[in-house]
T-cell receptor
Framework: KNEVEQSPQNLTAQEGEFITINCSYS?????LHWLQQHPGGGIVSLFM???GKKKHGRLIATINIQEKHSSLHITASHPRDSAVYIC???????FGTGTSLTVIP | DGGITQSPKYLFRKEGQNVTLSCEQN?????MYWYRQDPGQGLRLIYY???????QKGDIAEGYSVSREKKESFPLTVTSAQKNPTAFYLC????????????FGDGTRLSIL
């Protein structure tokens, strides 16, 4: 069993839809990292959070440390949001397998 | 412009040959990491280094070697002992201490012919 589980594995949405990606973990971490990987392979850091909620543009991330659960939300999704979204524990040795998002125009 | 440079982007080698992947950073970050990514799997840690001239094995270090002779550089050698080296390799760096995120390079895709 992977220490970090993401759901769904694959997600297809129409442009403009509200999207939620979930991340549950079984290991003790002090913070969680949300990453975005584009088809070319490069990875960009989206959020690092240890409690509550963070917002950046149309992206919102929440975390509940007690329940060991985090969510990434995308409001008003756009085709350029199509990517793989990965959650990871702070010490960076535990990564989810990623959620592949495709937003259709 | 600060960042992490991985080279080359694509690398092809014959079976049985050693190959070295480059990772250079000018972010002045203390820690550097090497990950391997295979389809359908999360990133897996190969090696990491928190200080010059010191490094630790990750979960899948067998068949790989690294060096950290200077802070800016953390090359990864894929040896002939690695049974299935074809994969996407990512280098990352991080400031140690506090909740600091990792920064990633653009990766090197290695294919063994």
């Amino acid at each position: 069993k992977n220490e970090v589980e993401q759901s769904p594995q694959n997600l297809t949405a129409q442009e403009g839809e509200f999207i939620t990606i979930n991340c549950s973990y079984s290991v003790g971490i002090s913070a969680l990292h949300w990453l975005q990987q584009h088809p070319g392979g490069g990875i960009v850091s989206l959020f690092m959070l240890s409690s509550g909620k963070k917002k950046h543009g149309r992206l919102i991330a929440t975390i509940n440390i007690q329940e060991k659960h985090s969510s990434l939300h995308i409001t008003a999704s756009h085709p350029r949001d199509s990517a793989v979204y990965i959650c990871a524990g702070l010490n960076q040795f535990y990564f989810g397998t990623g959620t592949s998002l495709t937003v259709i125009p | 412009d600060g960042g992490i440079t991985q080279s080359p982007k694509y690398l092809f080698r014959k079976e049985g040959q050693n190959v070295t992947l480059s990772c250079e950073q000018n972010l002045n970050h203390d820690a550097m990491y090497w990950y391997r990514q295979d389809p359908g799997q999360g990133l897996r840690l190969i090696y990491y280094s928190q200080i010059v001239n010191d490094f630790q094995k990750g979960d899948i270090a067998e068949g790989y070697s690294v060096s950290r002779e200077k802070k800016e550089s953390f090359p990864l050698t894929v040896t002939s002992a690695q049974k299935n080296p074809t994969a996407f390799y990512l280098c990352a760096t991080r400031v140690l201490g506090g909740n600091q995120p990792q920064h990633f390079g653009d990766g090197t895709r290695l294919s063994i012919l």
